[in-house]
C-alpha cells in the first residue's frame, strides 16, 4: 500500500522561484502527495502577493502563515503538522525530479531501519556542478556532509529523534539531523541518480556564510556528539591524511586543477609545485 508523502516547504521571500518548485513538485509520478508551504513570515511584498496567487491556483496545497521562527523550526513545526507517513523536505527554490518519492519510498517500506533516502545532486542556477552523495555510514558523515535536504524521511523517526536544532539555524541544521538519526539508528540511503535539484544563488544563506561560521558550527556538531567522535577520531584522521580535504572525496563538483591542490586535497603552498 502507498502511505502518504507529505512535501514539506519553509517558505521565506522566496516569491521568484516557488512556482517553479511546486511544478516540479506537481509532476511527480507518486500518487499521494499533501503539499505544505509554510510561509515563516515573509516581508518581501511581491512573495506574498505570490503566495495568494499560489492559494488560489493550486487546490490541493495547504499554506500556513507565521512569524518568523528560521528554517530549522519551520521545518519541525511542518513536520508536526503533516498527515503523511513520510515527510519529504524542499526548500522554496529547489526542485525535484518526477520519480524521487516514488523510489525513496520503496526503499523506505522495504527496509525498516532506513530512515530517510535522498539523491545525488545536480545544481542549476549559477552552477551546473554535481554533488554524489553517499549513504550515511560512519565515520564518513562525520567528516563531510554531501546530502542535500531534499529527502523523504519517516515522519515517526523524524519526530522521534527531536528533528532539526534551531541551535544550528545558521547553517548545517539539516546536516547534524542526518548525523543524530544515524546516531539512535536510523539509516540514511542515497539513491545514485540526480533527483535533487539544488538552486545556486549569490543571495542564498549558503552562499552568504563565511568560513569562521561554518568552522564554529563544525565545532558545535562535534560538542553536540562527543561521543561519535571520540569512537571514530582515529578513522576520521587517517581517512583525512590518506585522502586529503573531505569536500574533495568522489566530489564531481570540485576542479582540484582550478583550486591548485595536490593529490592529498591540500592548496600548495607553490603554485608551480608539481
Known amino acids: 500500500m502507498k502511505a502518504r508523502v507529505s512535501v514539506c516547504i519553509p517558505f521565506y521571500n522566496c516569491g521568484h522561484y516557488i512556482t517553479e518548485t511546486l511544478n516540479s513538485v506537481f509532476a511527480s509520478t507518486y500518487p499521494d502527495l499533501e503539499v505544505i508551504i509554510f510561509n515563516d513570515g515573509s516581508t518581501d511584498k511581491k512573495s506574498l502577493e505570490t ?3 499560489i492559494e488560489q491556483t493550486y487546490s490541493n496545497l495547504k499554506i500556513i502563515h507565521s512569524e518568523n521562527l528560521g528554517v530549522a523550526a519551520a521545518r519541525n513545526k511542518i ?4 498527515s503523511g507517513e513520510y515527510i519529504a523536505f524542499l526548500d522554496a527554490d529547489d526542485q525535484v525530479f518526477p520519480t524521487f518519492y516514488a523510489q525513496a519510498v520503496k526503499v523506505l517500506q522495504q527496509y525498516k531501519n532506513v530512515g530517510f533516502v535522498a539523491s545525488w545532486i545536480k545544481e542549476f542556477g549559477d552552477s551546473e556542478k554535481v554533488w554524489v552523495a553517499w549513504n550515511t555510514e560512519f565515520p564518513y558523515l562525520l567528516a563531510h556532509n554531501t546530502l542535500g535536504v531534499c529527502t523523504v524521511i ?3 523517526a523524524y519526530l522521534a ?15 547534524e539531523c542526518w548525523i543524530n538519526m544515524s546516531e539512535k539508528g536510523w539509516l540514511g540511503v542515497v539513491i545514485p541518480e540526480l533527483h535533487y535539484f539544488y538552486r545556486i544563488r549569490s543571495d542564498s544563506r549558503l552562499q552568504k556564510s563565511n568560513r569562521e561560521q561554518l568552522l564554529y558550527l563544525y565545532e558545535l556538531i562535534a560538542a553536540l556528539h562527543p561521543e561519535l567522535y571520540q569512537d571514530y577520531g582515529a578513522e576520521i584522521y587517517h581517512l583525512l591524511n590518506q585522502n586529503g ?21 591540500m592548496v600548495k ?4 609545485e608539481s
Open 51 to 53: 503566495l495568494l496567487v
Open 79 to 82: 513536520a508536526e503538522i503533516a
Open 154 to 156: 519517516r515522519k515517526a
Open 161 to 175: 529523534t527531536g528533528g532539526m536544532k534551531s541551535l544550528l539555524a545558521e547553517n548545517l541544521e539539516d546536516y
Open 245 to 265: 580535504a573531505s569536500w574533495l572525496w568522489d566530489n564531481l563538483s570540485q576542479n582540484t586543477v582550478e583550486l591548485n591542490v595536490n593529490s592529498t586535497g
Open 269 to 272: 603552498d607553490n603554485p608551480l
